[in-house]
């Protein structure tokens, strides 16, 4: 069977991480997850105090700064290291979930990034999931899923989620923070999230996770032929 490139795009909280990452297990593929690199950039601006507006202070800081992956074992994913320093927890913090879509309109920021995810793919047998994966950072990716679930649905999940660490999160909250990430993520000029033409569309509100690698397996099998 051949390697193929499996591209998985959708709004935040529709379980893209969790498909992306069952799918990398049972195809012994390489998962990774874009949209922590995004918060890793995130992280790095909101502890040095950059003016995401001011473009030399954004391109200086980012010259400073180096992503790369750890595997955690015990997760079946990997760590996110920004300057060689596990942020896995902070990057997922309120404060980084807050300004993440912001920063990744920038455009220095997404070719930063996009240029490390190609690289990462160049060798196949990768799962990505993120925004525009199949649009802009894999256009040729075999399988494409672009995978939405109703607000209700992402809105319990992320609830779920952020209740194990902030027992004060209200669903209100919750729920705006997905609205607003939803408007950046898909009005922003530079490669904002859409459907591929070519990706298939999979709305998981009423089905299980097992149901879902499932389909996907299937889908997947079908182009590593
Ligand atoms: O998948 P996530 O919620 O961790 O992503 C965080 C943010 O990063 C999301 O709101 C938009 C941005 N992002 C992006 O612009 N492009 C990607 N490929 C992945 C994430």
């Given amino acids: 069977m051949k390697k193929i490139i499996i591209a998985i795009d959708g709004f935040s ?3 893209k991480s969790t498909l992306a990452k069952q799918l990398a297990k049972v195809l012994n593929y390489v998962f990774i997850d874009s949209g ?18 001011n473009e030399v202070e954004v391109n200086n800081a980012l010259q400073q700064i ?16 920004l300057n060689g320093e596990n942020v896995e927890e902070r990057i997922r913090s309120m404060e980084v979930t807050n300004k993440v879509s912001e920063v990744s309109t920038i455009k ?7 240029l490390q995810q190609q690289l990462m793919g160049d060798k196949k047998g990768i799962v990505m999931d993120g925004r525009d994966i199949g649009t802009t950072v894999f256009p040729d990716a075999e399988l494409k899923v672009f995978v939405t679930a109703n607000i209700l649905v992402r809105t319990q999940r992320r ?16 729920r705006k923070n997905l609205e607003m990430r939803d408007t950046i993520d898909s009005t922003r000029s530079i490669s904002p999230l859409r459907k591929a033409d070519d990706a298939i569309e999979l709305d ?10 499932d389909i996907v397996l299937n889908w997947a099998k079908e182009r590593m032929k």
Avoid: P, W
């Avoid at 950039?41 to 105090?49: D, G, R, S």
């Avoid at 220095?108 to 996009?114: L, S």
């Avoid at 609830?159 to 919750?174: G, M």
């Avoid at 998981?204 to 690698?213: H, P």
């Fill in 13 to 15: 909280s529709c379980g």
């Fill in 36 to 53: 922590a690199m995004y918060r890793a950039i995130t992280l790095y601006f909101l502890q040095h105090a950059v003016d995401i507006h």
């Fill in 66 to 81: 180096s992503l790369s992956f750890d595997y955690n074992a015990s997760m079946g994913k990997s760590d996110m290291l």
């Fill in 108 to 114: 220095a920021v997404r070719e930063f990034a996009v």
């Fill in 159 to 174: 609830l779920l989620e952020l209740r194990e660490k902030d027992k004060d999160i209200t669903e209100d909250a919750v």
């Fill in 204 to 213: 998981n509100s009423n089905i299980t996770r097992e149901q879902q690698l």
